[in-house]
């Protein structure tokens, strides 16, 4: 037996081979997760949409739509979902680069299927993790997960910088332009709110400079 969460958690096997879907599905019952599965990567959009399963495990090779599409796919529609990859032991490299698309792990063929059920538990505790963040942590959280997977790889330095101008905005308007107040307030010196301030192209008019 597992966890009381994790038993009630799906999970949706995506694989064009019926044996591997076969030992999956039974050894995640056995364990008892909830199992669907599909035999190509549309359906398994479908079921996705319709199912909201906690976790995909999908191979790389499939006729059609293959594994690295659906991931991709995956991940602009439901970047909170974790996804698995299958992979053939001579392509580790492939399911390797697989991570930088945003998959949790990815498994070599042949696996241990111990080691299976215990990737499941770590992807869906992660998944419950975050589900306890406050909502706009959240929020953000699946803004950066979308934007990294459409090919925006700046989207966190883009994101720090709008957030340490709001900072500084909000620690300006609650000291009424005193750069001084201000810079205690966001745990600086005054130095480096000017110099963030010059950065930003911040800088407040003289008569807003109170010090």
Same mark, same amino acid.
């Given at each position: 037996?597992?966890?009381?969460?994790?038993?009630?958690?799906?999970? /949706?096997?995506?694989?064009?081979?019926?044996?591997?879907?076969?030992?999956?599905?039974? +050894?995640?019952?056995?364990? &008892?997760?909830?199992?669907?599965?599909? $035999?190509?990567?549309?359906? +398994?959009?479908?079921?996705?949409?319709?199912?909201?399963?906690?976790?995909?495990?999908? $191979?790389?090779?499939?006729?059609?739509?293959?594994?690295?599409?659906?991931?991709?796919?995956?991940?602009?529609?439901?970047? &909170?979902?974790?996804?698995?990859?299958?992979?053939?032991?001579?392509?580790?490299?492939?399911?390797?680069?697989?991570?930088?698309?945003?998959?949790?792990?990815?498994?070599?063929?042949?696996?241990?299927?111990?080691?299976?059920?215990?990737?499941?538990?770590?992807?869906?505790?992660?998944?419950?993790?975050?589900?306890? /963040?406050? +909502?706009?942590?959240?929020?953000?959280?699946?803004?950066?997960?979308?934007?990294?997977?459409?090919?925006?790889?700046?989207?966190?330095?883009?994101?720090?910088?709008?957030?340490?101008?709001?900072?500084?905005?909000?620690?300006?308007?609650?000291?009424?332009?005193?750069?001084?107040?201000?810079?205690?307030?966001?745990?600086?010196?005054?130095?480096?709110?000017?110099?963030?301030?010059?950065?930003?192209? /911040?800088?407040?008019?003289?008569?807003?400079?109170?010090?």
């Amino acid at each position: 037996m597992i966890d009381g969460h994790f038993s009630q958690a799906k999970i /949706l096997i995506v694989d064009d081979d019926s044996s591997i879907r076969w030992v999956l599905s039974r +050894a995640l019952q056995n364990a &008892d997760f909830k199992v669907i599965a599909s $035999d190509n990567a549309q359906a +398994a959009l479908q079921l996705v949409k319709n199912e909201q399963p906690q976790l995909v495990i999908s $191979d790389i090779q499939m006729s059609g739509m293959d594994g690295i599409e659906l991931l991709k796919t995956l991940k602009q529609k439901y970047p &909170d979902i974790p996804v698995i990859m299958i992979t053939a032991y001579a392509d580790t490299e492939i399911g390797s680069q697989s991570h930088d698309l945003g998959a949790f792990d990815y498994l070599p063929k042949p696996f241990d299927l111990n080691h299976v059920v215990q990737m499941c538990k770590r992807a869906i505790q992660g998944q419950h993790n975050s589900e306890q /963040l406050p +909502a706009w942590q959240l929020q953000l959280h699946k803004t950066i997960e979308s934007e990294y997977h459409q090919g925006h790889t700046a989207v966190l330095q883009q994101l720090q910088q709008e957030f340490e101008e709001f900072m500084i905005h909000s620690a300006l308007k609650l000291t009424q332009g005193h750069k001084q107040k201000a810079a205690k307030l966001l745990g600086w010196g005054r130095n480096t709110l000017t110099r963030k301030l010059q950065q930003l192209e /911040l800088e407040p008019n003289a008569e807003h400079d109170q010090e």
